[in-house]
């Protein structure tokens, strides 16, 4: 069964470092989504991706982050000069264009910013 | 917008006791709803959706679920836990359009006690 993959699964970066996080989504699927979770919390929306745009971000989503789907099968979520704050697991996802269907999600990269 | 509210943040439980982990939603539009399974440090699993049809969903590991729309609730149900049950559990709501995100509850702790 095709899955959304990511990596790396555990990233530790040094604070006002960038990070890219990568995410190979199912192969037909159109539209694409990042989440967070810093540790004990919920997951968090932080933004939608459809047609090489953004459809939708959230307030977290600020301007150290940007989103690319560089080459029709990698999605990526760039943090530019990570904060101790940024620590979290990132959750990328991927849903099909037809209707009554989920969400994907991949298994999670851990972000560590020391 | 969307909400979710898990009315538990924590519910101990004996090993084959029944439980049920309640979630209520508010949205202005159709909707499609989820529970997941985070076990430490893993990603989240699916447990079931309701996108349409019967109102009432099985999942995996013997749950099931009961979409009540003039309640907006969709409380998860399982007849005799397991100690590997011990997980935390999310409920989720996306808008049943097709790039709409999912917004998450806070989260229910459930702890299995032999």
């Known amino acids: 069964e095709p899955e959304v993959t990511q990596t790396p699964s555990h990233q530790v970066t040094q604070m006002g470092q960038e990070v890219i996080l990568r995410c190979v989504p199912i192969?037909?699927?159109?539209?694409f989504y990042w989440y967070r979770q810093i540790l004990g919390q919920k997951v968090e929306f932080l933004v939608s991706?459809?047609?090489?745009?953004?459809?939708?971000k959230s307030e977290i989503f600020d301007d150290q982050f940007s989103v690319e789907r560089p080459d029709g099968s990698n999605f990526t979520l760039k943090i530019r000069s990570t904060k101790l704050e940024d620590s979290a697991m990132y959750f990328c996802?991927?849903?099909?264009?037809?209707?009554?269907?989920?969400?994907?999600f991949g298994p999670g990269t851990r972000l560590t910013v020391l | 917008a969307q909400s979710v509210t898990q009315l538990d943040s924590q519910v101990p439980v004996f090993e084959e006791a029944p439980v049920e982990l309640r979630c209520n939603y508010s949205?202005?539009?159709?909707?499609?709803l989820f529970w997941y399974v985070q076990y430490p440090n893993q990603g989240l699993q699916l447990l079931l959706k309701?996108?349409?049809?019967?109102?009432l969903v099985k999942g995996i590991n013997g749950f099931e679920a009961e979409f009540n729309k003039s309640q907006t609730s969709f409380h998860l149900r399982k007849p005799s836990v397991h100690i590997s049950d011990t997980a935390e559990y999310f409920c989720?709501?996306?808008?049943?359009?097709?790039?709409?995100?999912?917004?998450f509850g806070d989260g229910t702790t459930l702890t299995v006690k032999p």
């Open positions: 996802a991927s849903r099909p264009f037809s209707a009554y269907n989920e969400q994907f």
């Open positions: 192969s037909n699927h159109l539209y």
């Open positions: 991706f459809y047609n090489n745009e953004i459809s939708e």
């Open positions: 949205s202005s539009v159709s909707v499609y």
């Open positions: 309701y996108l349409s049809g019967s109102t």
């Open positions: 989720a709501v996306s808008e049943g359009t097709n790039a709409g995100k999912s917004t």
